[in-house]
T-cell receptor
Framework: DSGVTQTPKHLITATGQRVTLRCSPR?????VYWYQQSLDQGLQFLIQ???????AKGNILERFSAQQFPDLHSELNLSSLELGDSALYFC?????????????FGPGTRLLVL | GDSVTQMEGPVTLSEEAFLTINCTYT??????LFWYVQYPGEGLQLLLK?????DKGSNKGFEATYRKETTSFHLEKGSVQVSDSAVYFCALMDSSYKLIFGSGTRLLVRP
């Protein structure tokens, strides 16, 4: 158990809908990273938050957004869903500093868009 | 930009065979390097890491050495078990602390 929690574990929805994925980092970790794992794109970084502020953006679509709340949990919002958004979405929280930097991953949310 | 290249899978081995999964990277500077493992139906678990040249990461019988001269971080295990069947991802941490992953290598170990 990494200490990172994600809900829900599975999500099935229809095209055009909007969903929210939730992540709680390990106790004491201020950074949250979101990644998408799909068959065609592999594992890709989406976005990072640190203590409530957006720090870095990767290949995140404009239809997707995220935020980190004062209690440090984070939510990834996916809207106007398309079939191609079906994927496994992971969040990770970062532990350590400098050479101790390590990311610990949650179990993921599997999204299926029908 | 930074990138990671892994050998294509699947890799199929018999139990107790020797395992090597090749990983090379392209990066500016000297990033930390990682191996993560994903068991069927599960999330990513950190397997091992190395933070500087010639460092050897090890865990559960797996080892990988950070080779700056060949920009490689190959994963090895002397004797694989059926329970090692999983997908293995090599990754580097770039200067903004995000992970860049290779495409993953599926390992299947037969009894």
């Amino acid at each position: 158990d990494s200490g990172v929690t994600q809900t829900p574990k599975h999500l099935i929805t229809a095209t055009g809908q909007r969903v929210t994925l939730r992540c709680s980092p390990r106790s004491g970790d201020l950074s949250v990273y979101w990644y998408q794992q799909s068959l065609d794109q592999g594992l890709q970084f989406l976005i990072q938050y640190y203590n409530g502020e957006e720090r870095a953006k990767g290949n995140i679509l404009e239809r997707f957004s995220a935020q980190q709340f004062p209690d440090l949990h984070s939510e990834l919002n996916l809207s106007s869903l398309e079939l191609g958004d079906s994927a496994l979405y992971f969040c990770a929280s970062r532990a350590g500093g400098g050479v101790l930097e390590t990311q610990y991953f949650g179990p993921g949310t599997r999204l299926l868009v029908l | 930009g930074d990138s990671v290249t892994q050998m294509e899978g699947p890799v199929t081995l018999s139990e107790e065979a020797f395992l090597t999964i090749n990983c090379t990277y392209t990066a500016t500077g000297y990033p930390s390097l990682f191996w993560y493992v994903q068991y069927p139906g599960e999330g990513l678990q950190l397997l091992l890491k190395a933070t500087k040249a010639d460092d050897k990461g090890s865990n559960k019988g797996f080892e990988a050495t950070y080779r700056k001269e060949t920009t490689s971080f190959h994963l090895e295990k002397g004797s694989v078990q059926v329970s090692d069947s999983a997908v293995y991802f090599c990754a580097l941490m770039d200067s903004s602390y995000k992970l860049i992953f290779g495409s993953g290598t599926r390992l299947l170990v037969r009894p």
